[in-house]
T-cell receptor
Framework: GAVVSQHPSRVICKSGTSVKIECRSL??????MFWYRQFPKQSLMLMAT?????????EQGVEKDKFLINHASLTLSTLTVTSAHPEDSSFYIC?????????????FGPGTRLLVL | QQQVKQSPQSLIVQKGGISIINCAYE??????FPWYQQFPGKGPALLIA?????SEKKEGRFTISFNKSAKQFSLHIMDSQPGDSATYFC???????????FGQGTELSVKP
């Protein structure tokens, strides 16, 4: 399958600071990427859909001013958690949509563990 | 709304046994039915997927069975191995660019 990377893999930050997470599709171009959040022992929750060259589409209940998404190129999307608080501590996972095959497939990154102190 | 119901929540199987995980959905517009495998601290990985024009698909030890009338699909893992111990998610979607709708997850433990 296709490869999607995330950086950093884990980050610890102080409350009130901002954290940027990068998501890259390494061997294909992705006009659409997705950002998910996953709490321990729970399923993945879609936060937003990132579209190259246009504004992200946020799911209901997700604050767009707190979770800034930028999809500046066909291989890179970034998620910035602004003014992070302890309740933002979670596992953030991105995915990229691969449209090369007959069936579009989403490939997931390895995730970023965020801990806000 | 809960569009996708996955069961069981957890499953313990002996090595060599068959693991069966079920996924029930409500949205008849779904036309893509994948199963993802997730190990602790990692992102989900696509395991196997099926389209509604077939009732079964097999890839190695993994089989998807699809029942359109019952709006259910299941994952069967034959000859289960300890290395299969992971959390499994069904995540159907509808339309060529539909969003994946994740089930609640099933934590599988295969005992040696």
């Amino acid at each position: 399958g296709a490869v999607v990377s995330q950086h950093p893999s884990r980050v610890i930050c102080k409350s009130g600071t901002s954290v940027k997470i990068e998501c890259r599709s390494l061997d294909f171009q992705a006009t659409t990427m997705f950002w998910y959040r996953q709490f321990p022992k729970q399923s993945l929750m879609l936060m937003a859909t990132s579209n190259e060259g246009s504004k992200a589409t946020y799911e209901q209940g997700v604050e767009k001013d707190k979770f800034l998404i930028n999809h500046a190129s066909l291989t890179l999307s970034t998620l910035t958690v602004t003014s992070a608080h302890p309740e933002d501590s979670s596992f953030y996972i991105c995915s990229a949509r691969d449209v090369r095959g007959a069936q579009e497939t989403q490939y997931f990154g390895p995730g970023t563990r965020l801990l806000v102190l | 709304q809960q569009q996708v119901k996955q069961s069981p929540q957890s499953l313990i199987v002996q090595k060599g046994g068959i693991s069966i995980i079920n996924c029930a959905y409500e949205n008849t517009a779904f036309d893509y039915f994948p199963w993802y495998q997730q190990f602790p601290g990692k992102g989900p990985a696509l395991l196997i997927a099926i389209r509604p024009d077939v009732s079964e698909k097999k890839e190695g030890r993994f089989t998807i069975s699809f029942n359109k009338s019952a709006k259910q699909f299941s994952l069967h893992i034959m000859d289960s191995q300890p290395g299969d111990s992971a959390t499994y998610f069904c995540a159907p979607s509808g339309g060529r660019r539909g969003k994946l709708i994740f089930g609640q997850g099933t934590e599988l433990s295969v005992k040696p």
